[in-house]
């Protein structure tokens, strides 16, 4: 199966400083997410980005499709980013099309 | 976005006895639904597949007599744990495909634990 890679897989920040998450997958795909995981197990859906550019508020997310890979930037990072963000794939279309999640990458944003 | 709720939040139960957990689609009709499994630090696990109006599609390694899945209607599938024994202790997570290729919404989770 498809694999998924996400790095660094820790990352503290200091409030207001930028960043940039990366997610690496191993075939092409035809669907992309970005989640973030709050404290409460909660994933709030930040993109749907399968190619592309796409940009909400503070949070903006790239995928290039043909070099197998995406990125999630998060400026002026507040201590509410803080939680797991997972990228999650999927590699094939139909109705048993499903999602393939990475590690996670561990976000702290300290005051 | 699409609005999945769960229910119950979450659950405390004894060895032995089973429990069900069902996740809506609340603004939107359903043809599949995921249920996820998550352990403590770790990512999500995909359990199985349910399509609305057949037998879900369960993951390798999963106990298809023990994650009993159900999904009747458009906007209701069921879990339903049997038997549950302290290993079954998790987050169970749903989530809801809306159209074929598009994008997944996710419940809020249920934390089991079985004493």
């Known amino acids: 199966g498809i694999q998924v890679e996400q790095s660094p897989p820790d990352l503290i920040l200091q409030e207001g400083a930028n960043s940039t998450l990366r997610c690496n997958f191993s075939d092409s795909v035809n669907n992309l997410q970005w989640f973030h995981q709050n404290p409460w197990g909660q994933l709030i859906n930040l993109f749907y980005i399968p190619s592309g550019t796409k940009q909400n508020g503070r949070l903006s997310a790239t995928t290039v499709a043909t070099e197998r890979y995406s990125l999630l930037y998060i400026s002026s990072s507040q201590t509410t980013d803080s939680g797991v963000y997972f990228c999650a794939v999927a590699s094939y279309t139909g109705a048993n099309s499903k999602l393939t999640f990475g590690k996670g990458i561990t976000l702290s944003v300290r005051p | 976005g699409a609005v999945v709720s769960q229910h119950p939040s979450w659950v405390i139960c004894k060895s032995g006895t089973s429990v069900k957990i069902e996740c809506r689609s609340l603004d939107f009709q359903a043809t599949t639904m995921f249920w996820y499994r998550q352990f403590p630090k770790q990512s999500l696990m995909l359990m199985a597949t349910?399509?609305?109006?057949?037998?879900?599609?369960?993951e390798q390694g999963v106990e298809k007599d023990k994650f009993l899945i159900n999904h009747a209607s458009l906007t209701l599938s069921t879990l339903t744990v049997t038997s549950a024994h302290p290993e079954d202790s998790s987050f169970y997570i749903c989530?809801?495909?809306?159209?074929?290729?598009?994008?997944?919404?996710f419940g809020p989770g249920t934390r089991l634990t079985v004493l």
């Open positions: 349910s399509n609305e109006g057949s037998k879900a599609t369960y």
């Open positions: 989530s809801a495909r809306v159209g074929v290729n598009n994008e997944q919404f």
